[in-house]
Every structure is written in structure tokens, then in C-alpha cells.
């Protein structure tokens, strides 16, 4: 995977576009989850949210290896 190609994650059940390659999901101190969370990737969705993704939940729909 890499920056520009189009993936689908089956976790969410969303189309996007990888846009970054690390994201750092801060988490809430106030709330019962208070890890951080690193992904693997920066993708924004086609519900125009950007959010993480691991390797495992995304597969390439277009784009070049």
C-alpha cells in the first residue's frame, strides 16, 4: 500500500484513499479507553471522514504495489 491508492475496508464497510502513511488516534483521558492508537494508515473515506486503517482490515482496490 501506499499514498494515492484507492482501498476498501472491510471493517468499516467504506471506500477511500490512503493519504497518509501513520495515524495517531489520541484518545479521551475522561473516557474508560484512554490508549493511544497507531495505525498504519491515514485514509479518508468516502463519508469525507479521515481515520486509521491496518494492513489487515484494508485491501487495494486500485493502485500500484
Not at 472491510?10 to 479521551?28: F, P, Q, T
Request: with cysteine; aromatic share 6%.
Amino acid at each position: 500500500m501506499k499514498v494515492g491508492d484507492l482501498v476498501h475496508d472491510h471493517a468499516l464497510g467504506m471506500n477511500g484513499i490512503v493519504i497518509d502513511d501513520m495515524w495517531v488516534e489520541e484518545r479521551d483521558s475522561r473516557k474508560k479507553c484512554q490508549r493511544t492508537i497507531v495505525w498504519e494508515w491515514c485514509v479518508l473515506f468516502d463519508d469525507g471522514k479521515i481515520a486509521g486503517a491496518d494492513s489487515r482490515d484494508i485491501r487495494m482496490i486500485s493502485g500500484t504495489r
